[in-house]
């Protein structure tokens, strides 16, 4: 896609500081790094969203995933890791190429997720996962 900034950076027409590529992938430093060692995992080809990978490119994805969050914790030793995806507005995505963050974790960094849970009873869960399954096919 011509106009987006992945793209761009997968076909090295705007600089990154790559730390591993392959062929379905390219991970690069954030340049906003959360924490020191905060790596974005971007699908070479662009895709929108987790929605728009095929089996073989989500494959790729989450193993340069787990590879590299490997290597960061080698590197960086944090005591914790968020890996992290958006999909979509509300979720929080700003860029529409599909990556995930890999961001060391520390006590206090700063970073939070509101985990607003509604513990709904077992019937609901039963109705949520039914509907999942049939979408499945
Ligand atoms: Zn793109």
């Known amino acids: 896609m011509t106009d987006c900034v992945f793209c761009k950076i997968v ?10 590529e392959d062929g379905d992938t390219l991970a690069f430093m954030d340049i906003g790094q959360v924490n020191p060692g905060h790596v974005l995992v971007a699908a070479k080809a662009h895709c929108e969203n987790v929605y728009a990978l095929d089996d073989a490119q989500a ?7 787990a590879r590299v969050a490997r290597a960061v914790r ?5 005591p914790g890791l968020s890996i992290y995806q958006a999909n979509g ?27 607003p849970v ?3 009873p077992r019937e ?14």
């Open 118 to 120: 509604k513990n709904p």
């Open 11 to 20: 076909a090295k027409q705007i600089p990154a500081t790559v730390v591993f």
């Open 124 to 137: 609901k869960l039963e109705e949520y996962a039914a509907k999942i399954r049939g979408a499945l096919g």
């Open 59 to 65: 494959g790729a994805v989450f193993r340069a995933v």
């Open 89 to 115: 507005k509300p979720a929080g995505q700003t860029v529409f190429h599909f990556h995930v963050h890999l961001v060391p974790r520390h006590d206090g960094d700063g970073m939070n997720l509101t985990w």
């Open 74 to 78: 080698a590197a960086f030793a944090p």
